[in-house]
């Protein structure tokens, strides 16, 4: 996955329009693209009687679910990450290993780690970083799963702040070719939808900065969600050109990587008791 840098603050407004600013003075912009729902990749899941249980029943390219307890959440994947190739790597942390699936799904092979990760990424370089879900240690692997000897240090996620209540906010990034530096005002509208959340989830090498954010559902919404989620693709100039659909979230395993953005296309990792999804937006220009 791109990683992020450079500063800039992104303006989120009304769905369809956007506004730039220059020299502090706002000038219009074309209506940004609605991206719906590409594709979805469906991987098959083996819901587990206990969370030790063997049940694979020679099935490698299975990945495992435990329901929970009384009282816990389900465990199952809930880290993944995708390489530039458009292949997936996915965390199956009940069988403490990795698996790799190509980009139609097809299983590509296993990674036997020994310990169980819930965070998996991908650098540009294609080397994957698994982080130890009891430990928090980052394992740095190649691509066949082979350790190596040290992992390269990451720039971190920017800053997102959200003013609360005022369904405006701002997104902190250090220096990067091809993002403009100055500031822009944040800020979304929608009738009776009040945003919650603000997350840059990346950038992308020529593409601009992606934005993800969770919003209120109006009134009439669907029942036992009370919010949804949308990722905004902005130009390097600071432009919003397209936003997503609304993105599921009726997630069984809630995600530690949720999103991913690799190549213009944003990804979503969602485990379900009976497979493992990942949706698709192709956010690149049509």
Not at 34 to 44: E, S, Y
Not at 45 to 50: D, E, H, R, Y
Not at 203 to 226: K, Q
Not at 264 to 279: A, D, K, P
């Amino acid at each position: 996955m791109a990683q992020p840098y450079g500063l800039i603050l992104i303006l989120l407004i009304a769905p369809a329009t956007s506004v730039r600013l220059q020299d502090g003075v706002a000038t219009g912009a074309k209506q940004a693209r609605k991206v719906p729902l590409t594709r979805t990749v469906k991987l098959p899941v083996i819901q587990l009687s206990s969370p030790n249980a063997n049940e694979k029943q020679g099935n490698p390219a299975a990945l495992e679910v435990w329901p929970g307890a009384e009282d816990e959440l389900p465990e199952g994947p809930s880290g993944f990450d995708v390489f530039a190739d458009g292949s997936f790597v996915i965390a199956d942390p009940l069988s403490l290993r990795l698996v790799v699936y190509d980009a139609q799904g097809n299983f590509k092979r296993a990674l036997p780690v020994g310990f169980a990760a819930d965070s998996v990424t991908v650098t540009n370089e294609g080397m994957i970083l698994a982080r130890e879900a009891n430990t928090d240690a980052v394992h740095p692997l190649d691509r066949e799963g082979k350790p190596l000897e040290q992992a390269p240090k990451l720039s971190p996620m920017p800053e997102a702040t959200l003013v609360r209540g005022e369904n405006k906010g701002s997104i902190s990034v250090g220096a990067s070719p091809g993002l403009p530096a100055g500031t822009l005002a944040v800020r979304f509208d929608e009738k009776g939808s009040t945003m919650v959340s603000l997350q840059a989830i990346g950038t992308d090498s020529g593409l601009g900065m992606f934005v993800a954010l969770e919003a209120t559902v109006p009134e009439g919404g669907a029942d036992g969600i009370d919010v949804r989620k949308m990722v905004q693709r902005y130009s390097p100039q600071g432009v919003l050109v397209a936003e997503s659909a609304w993105i599921p979230l009726d997630y069984f395993v809630p995600p530690v990587d949720e999103l991913r953005v690799r190549k213009g296309i944003v990804y979503q990792l969602m485990t379900t008791r009976t497979e493992v999804r990942v949706n698709e937006w192709d956010m690149n220009e049509r």
